[in-house]
């Protein structure tokens, strides 16, 4: 290369790698053609390593196509861009281009395709990955064990983790993160508890990681109690810790603990600043029943999402104020916000608190013809409950017959419920019937069966209920009965 385009080449490094020409992809593409670098691998491995930071893998693709001649520093950019990008698939199939035209992989290519293999959840994949590792010899490199740890972790495959991590000779506070994480999101709470403990040394996403998964396993008492031992040991919550914390809370009824969550965000400027923030703190305060507070919250948060609006709607039906939370929902479309589904499970469950069922119906249609959402089953089971609690019960027969999914327990009991509230003896049967052949193995679904042939004085039936539970194996649960 002659020194004209040696320094050419310096010149179009220090334009990819400058702040202000980083968004300006196209003119130093443009550069490095006029100057003929657009063979350079070494140019368009940082181009294509700029494009994966700007989530441009597209354009990365199109110039490494162009490359005649790619070299393991170009394909190793490739592949960690793809990896990087939420592309795993196409990290793989990369890989498996360069190995036909016979290029050696190296650690560089590995890490990140061990990366791919964890997000892909593809232990197979990893096996065959981990097995051309160990046939070049780099199954002692630091990064390809940790990912390798992550590999098996995201499989659930924590005996191989285990081994991988035992035969680390330094592991560093990420690997040992991996295995308590690993550990839990495989069912094994305790063992990951176990492992946290031994831990000599934990950041901040370590106690977020055990926090997490114990709220996650319903084990809300511990989760705090560790939020207490991490405070005390000297670790200052983040945002994230904040979000797990919160529910955790409420769930509780820990509502000093809650405030003091506020203030102590407050002080940091989480509330504002984080969006998910103050999303939780909303929700708290609604679960705990502050409205005030929480409408405070929501209303001084500088930016709000799907979720905020949602959070603040859903908290105004579970604390009766239906009529609140319709309104909330059309301020939140007049604001330009779109709503998801959350969003319409929120507003109908406004709607049955507030008995509007012209509104619920409504709301209910516009999911499809104003906002291209197909209702779900939570909205059928909502629309159900809504007709049902104002006396529609062959309204809500018709729409359960009308639904093109299959109708689970909730819906059959809604229907169950409302029609023993008002007197449609013959519809609660059919729906306990129903309600039968969803969960055979549910003796109170016999009970409510049972009760509805009381009612009805119609004893044959239920003697016949009686027998029909022991031909089944079903076993009455203790303190149900079949008269009351």
Not at 193 to 219: E, H, P, Y
Not at 401 to 425: E, F, Q, Y
């Amino acid at each position: 290369m002659s020194r004209c385009c040696r320094e050419a080449e310096r010149r179009i490094l220090r334009l990819l790698h400058g702040h202000t020409t980083r968004l300006q992809l196209t003119q130093v593409h443009a550069h490095f053609l006029r100057h003929n670098l657009h063979q350079s691998n070494q140019i368009l491995a940082h181009f294509v390593s700029v494009c994966a930071a700007l989530n441009k893998m597209p354009y990365a693709r199109l110039v490494f196509l162009q490359a005649l001649n790619p070299n393991l520093l170009l394909f190793n950019s490739m592949i960690k861009g793809y990896s990087i990008s939420g592309c795993p698939k196409e990290s793989i199939h990369l890989f498996a281009l360069m190995k036909n035209r016979g290029i050696w992989p190296d650690q560089f290519t590995f890490a990140p395709l061990l990366k791919s293999c964890s997000v892909l959840s593809d232990f197979n994949l990893g096996r065959g990955i981990h097995a051309g590792i160990l046939t070049v010899g780099l199954e002692s490199n630091s990064s390809i064990q940790i990912g390798l740890v992550e590999l098996y972790s995201s499989c659930r495959r924590m005996e191989d983790a285990r081994q991988v991590f035992d035969a680390m000779p330094h592991k560093d506070v990420i690997a040992w993160n991996l295995m308590v994480r690993g550990f839990c999101n495989a069912g094994r709470v305790e063992v990951g508890f176990d492992v946290f403990r031994q831990m000599n040394q934990r950041n901040i996403v370590s106690w977020n990681s055990m926090i997490s998964s114990l709220a996650k396993s319903g084990r809300d008492t511990d989760a705090l109690k560790l939020f207490h031992e991490m405070w005390d040991e000297g670790f200052k919550p983040d945002d994230a810790t904040l979000v797990t914390v919160l529910p955790v809370c409420a769930r509780l009824g820990a509502f000093d603990v809650g405030r003091w969550i506020h203030s102590y965000a407050d002080s940091r400027g989480l509330s504002r600043q984080v969006v998910s923030v103050g999303n939780s703190l909303v929700d708290f305060y609604c679960k705990c029943g502050d409205l005030e507070t929480a409408r405070k919250v929501f209303n001084e948060m500088p930016r709000k999402t799907v979720v905020s609006w949602n959070a603040m709607i859903s908290g105004l039906a579970l604390n009766g104020q239906g009529v609140s939370g319709v309104n909330l929902f059309e301020e939140m479309k007049r604001q330009g916000m779109d709503p998801n589904h959350s969003s319409f499970i929120g507003v109908l469950a406004c709607c049955i608190h507030a008995g509007l069922v012209q509104k619920g119906q409504e709301l209910f249609d516009s999911m499809i013809k104003e906002h291209q959402l197909e209702p779900k089953l939570e909205h059928y089971g909502c629309m159900v409950d809504l007709l049902g609690r104002s006396g529609f019960v062959k309204e809500a027969n018709d729409l359960i017959r009308s639904m093109p999914m299959k109708p689970n327990a909730t819906i059959w009991g809604a229907l169950l419920s409302a029609c023993r509230i008002h007197g449609d003896l013959e519809l609660a049967e059919f729906a306990a019937k129903e309600l039968i052949n969803v969960e055979p193995y549910n003796s109170g679904n016999y009970v409510l069966l049972s009760n509805i042939y009381a009612e009805m004085g119609n004893w044959d039936e239920v003697e016949r209920v009686r027998v029909l539970m022991k031909d089944s194996s079903v076993r009455k649960a203790p303190g149900c009965s079949s008269i009351g």
